[in-house]
Structures are given as C-alpha cells and as structure tokens.
DNA sequence: AGCTATATTTCACACACAATTAACTATTTG
DNA sequence: CAAATAGTTAATTGTGTGTGAAATATAGCT
C-alpha cells in the first residue's frame, strides 16, 4: 500500500517485545513510528510529534492507557487523531473506560500483525474518503472558484491549474480571508511541523500565485505577513 | 492584548562550540539566551533568570543532565518550562530517565540548527487556526472597527491597512477608551520591556495615525501621554 | 536507468517603506 | 515670558519584501 502523506503512529507499551513487533511492520508499511513505554512519555512525546494515530495498551506502570488517553484526548491537535487501544484478552474491565475517553477502537492480544495492519490501512483510507468528496473542497469567493479536488482554480471563466505548494497556499489563505498569516503560520500549515524550510520560500510562491492569479487579491502587512483579500 | 513576549532560553553544555552554535542561532531567532558549562552553573543560573526552555546536554561532568533535570524541575517557577535533552546517539542509556524526571522531549547529536530552531519555534507558537473563527481580535468603538486578524481598520465604509506599530498603537489605546497612558506604557506595551527607544518616537507614531484616522480621536493629555476617545 | 521538464527551495541584490532620530516650531503652563 | 512639553517636518537608519536567477528536488517519460 502507498501512503500520500507519510501519516504518523505512536506506539505505547511497557512490552518491549510488542512495541518492537508494531514498530517493524509499521515502518515497513510506510508509517514514521516513534514508541513510549508508558504514558508520561507518550504525552511528552505528543507534544512534538502529533501522531495520526496512537496505540495504546491499556496495562501500563505509572499512568495507564485510559488516562493517557483521556490526557491525549485534552490536546486540541490530537482531536482528529486516532487512538487505539491494545488489551490482553483478559482485561475487558476498560473497554467501556476506554470508549468513553475518546478511543477509536480496541484490539486484544496477542496481535496479529497482518489483520492489525489491514486495520490501520483501513482507518486512513476511510480518513481519505471522508474528506475527499466534501463540500468543503471547494471555495468561492468573488469571481473565483478554487477546488481543491482538482487543484484547480476558475477565474470568472478562465481555468488556471496550480501546482501543488501554489495550490495549498491559495486554498489556505482565501479559506480564510482577510486574516493575515506570518510565513511560519503558513509554512506549518501547508508544509508541515516538521519540515525545515527558510520562511523566504513563502514570499517565492506568493510570487508565482500573485503571477498566475493577478496582483491585487493577495496583500502585504509589512511585518506580519500575507493575507487574501478581495480588491473594492 | 498581549504582545510576543522574547522567551528565555538556558542552553546547558559542556561543549563550548555546541555552547556557541545554539547560542547564535537562538539568538538570531530572537531568543534571550543564557549559558551555563554544567549542570551547577545552571541551577545557579535558573534562580535569577528562570528559562521557558532548557537545552540540556545529558553527558555533563560533575552534574549530569539527569540530574540537573531532576532539581530544575523541584523549582515551581520552572513547572511549565521546556526542557529538552540532548544526546549523542549512542547515549541511549538515559532515554528512559530523561522522561522519568521531567525532560520534554530529547534530540540526538549531530546538532541540524535548522530543524531545532523549527521545533523550538514549534513549542512556543499557540496554534492558529483554532484563534481564526474568534471576534476578540476586533474591537468596535462608534464607527470605526478594529480588526487584528486583518491589520485593518473600517471607518465607517473605508478600510484602511495599517502598517505594524502603527496599528498596534492604536489597537492598544482603543482598548481601553479614554484611559491615558504615558509615552512610557505605550512603550513597554507595544514595543516590549527590553527595548530602548526614544520616547518622542511615540509622538511620530501617534501623528501618523491621526493623519489616516483623523485629528479627533487620539488626545493628547499634556504632561501625562495620550488616550483614545470619541468626540462629542 | 537516464533524460527532460517542472516544481521547489535557496540565494543575492535592490528597493520601498517603516521606524527612529533629529532639528526646529508651536503651545501650554506656572 | 521663560521653561517645559508637544507638534511637525525632514533626514537618517534599518528592516522587510520583491524579484530574477541559480541550485535542488521531484515527477514523468523513453
């Protein structure tokens, strides 16, 4: 299976042995995995990090998954994150905890690779699927009709294609128009947390979009940054 | 309003040339910035200077990273600081006493500046999305509206795009209409605590915003500073 | 694999304008 | 009518941004 965008799992258990095992097959599916054996770690580590997906086993030292889980749950960057439990087979007393601290889903041990993995393939595919025929990808505002779907932008009847940093960086700015961004708002917003890209890059494809849309609809705030606007 | 404060920095190293690295970069994306050569040194330094961040080398004579994380975190000033580990790679003895006595995230040497400053950055920013749909960032007083998210200004049916300090200017003294604040405040407010400017400065800052509000709306009090207010 | 086209990022320089200072004038106040 | 405070305009400094072009990375194709 390919992965778009590389999404990110957590993996948090005392078992070595069993971080080990998820840790392997999912990077070799394509997942970027970092492991916690308890759940202090794993909420240090979130901070940074901000997991797709969590795996969480329930039977931990020190802080155990259901309230790890209920402390995940409180970061608002973790809101549309999933969080999936692991239990031994024995221990069903949390599986309503579990449930009502947000979690997406439980599986007992001892785990199967394979149908695991089916599993989490399916969970993002369903995350792709939901997002993908919605309303919301598409934005009219003034003359123009900015569709995300196709990447592609109308202006009144004339088509413009973008490539995808243009694109995003459209898309991103006119869904929020009148609001000004500072290059790092935006970098982390289109390129990712992660990503270590000059702030200079931004005011290059603002250029190429200014270059493509016209001059008038994308403003400088000296100082501040870049906002969408549309001309009186 | 709060204006972005400089965050405090306590970069602890053994290694002057590591010392030096973060501290130039650091400081070049606008951090203040402290050094200590041992975990001692950084205690000391942690009572008068109390960081927001803490770059801790783990490997440290004398004192090591651990411990020195340990009693920094016995320090309630110090409860909502960052700290983070750094380490050679091949240290991974310490990983899992990092987390137990506090640490927030930890890095492995070589040292990339680029990405650390990226996820420094990444610490400190508030997210922005969530703040977008907010109406606290505009204040209405008679006919003008005055939008922070946009950097502009409504009066009556004209817009009107302020540049940084002029905007800032004129956000603060109509947040709170009809009080005055001396050249001093408006100082310490919008320009920060630590910066040294001429106090006439304000004067050609407040000219200038009357020039594109109006000659009616900022008053001077003589001897005292300026207030926001509307005619009669 | 190699080649080509295109997208993306970086870099360097010039320029515009914001910010600050300076110099001078006007006004208030005791 | 001094002395102090603020207004005004101009000159200076400084920073941020626009821009073209070069360097890398990525994707598409044979």
């Not at 240090?44 to 209920?70: Q, S, W």
């Not at 309303?135 to 294609?161: A, C, N, P």
């Not at 890059?201 to 849309?213: A, F, N």
Request: one cysteine or more.
């Amino acid at each position: 299976m390919t992965i778009q965008r590389k999404y990110k799992v957590l993996v948090v258990d005392d078992e070595p042995d069993i971080v080990e095992l998820l840790e392997y097959n999912l990077e070799k599916e394509g997942y970027e995995v970092q492991t916690a054996s308890n759940g202090k770690k794993a909420l240090a580590i979130a901070k940074t990090f901000v997991p797709d997906l969590v795996l969480l086993d329930i039977m931990m030292p020190e802080m155990d998954g259901v309230e790890t889980c209920r402390q995940l749950r409180q970061r608002t960057e973790l809101a549309n994150s999933f969080i999936i439990f692991l239990t031994a087979r024995s221990e069903e007393y949390s599986e309503i905890a579990a449930f009502d601290v947000g979690a997406d889903d439980y599986l007992t041990k001892p785990i199967r690779p394979r149908a695991l993995m089916s599993r989490i393939n399916a969970l993002f595919r369903r995350d792709v699927q939901k997002t993908s025929p919605d309303e919301h990808d598409v934005i009219r505002i003034g003359d123009f009709v900015i569709d995300r779907t196709s990447y592609t932008l109308m202006k009144g009847e004339v088509q413009i294609t973008l490539p995808k940093k243009e694109f995003e960086l459209l898309y991103f700015l006119s869904s929020n128009p009148n609001k000004v961004f500072s290059r790092d708002d935006l970098l982390h917003h289109i390129w990712g947390a992660d990503v270590y890209v000059l702030a200079r890059t931004v005011d290059v494809h603002i250029r190429r979009v200014r270059e493509k849309i016209g001059e008038d609809y994308i403003t400088t705030v000296k100082g501040v940054g870049y906002k969408f606007e549309m001309p009186k």
